[in-house]
């Protein structure tokens, strides 16, 4: 059964720092690649970053150099430790599969999201 259930969001002041995680199912984890993305009030949801199954990553320009995505496998679990933040980061950040969300029924499935907020 699907499962994603992202955690970790809040508010904090530029230049601060988050750690995001998102709990998987099992067969969702270990038979896909990961990505976080995220979608800002009145746009579009973007990729910010992937991991592969060999722990593989890629980065969005916006973000490389400040985020790490991270996994643990034990625990089926994605992290995104997010440094230097800036009120652009300001957004609902998910976790799904990648390089497309996971289709359940026909709908493309995805958990609640975490909200970040940068602000002074």
């Known amino acids: 059964q699907v499962q994603l259930v992202e955690s970790g969001g809040g508010l904090v002041q530029p230049g601060g720092s988050l750690r995001l995680s998102c709990a998987a199912s099992?067969?969702?984890?270990?038979?896909?690649?990961m990505g976080w993305y995220r979608q800002a009030p009145g746009k579009q949801r973007d990729l910010v970053a992937t991991?592969?199954?060999?722990?593989?990553?890629n980065y969005a320009d916006s973000v490389k150099g400040r985020f790490t995505i991270s996994r643990d496998n034990a625990k089926n679990t994605v992290y995104l430790q997010m440094n230097s933040l800036k009120p652009e980061d300001t957004a609902v950040y998910y976790c799904?599969?990648?390089?497309?969300?996971?289709?359940?029924?026909?709908?493309?499935?995805w958990g609640q999201g975490t909200q970040v907020t940068v602000s002074s």
């Open positions: 799904n599969t990648f390089p497309r969300a996971i289709v359940v029924k026909g709908t493309d499935y």
């Open positions: 099992g067969s969702i984890f270990k038979i896909w690649p």
């Open positions: 991991i592969g199954t060999g722990d593989k990553t």
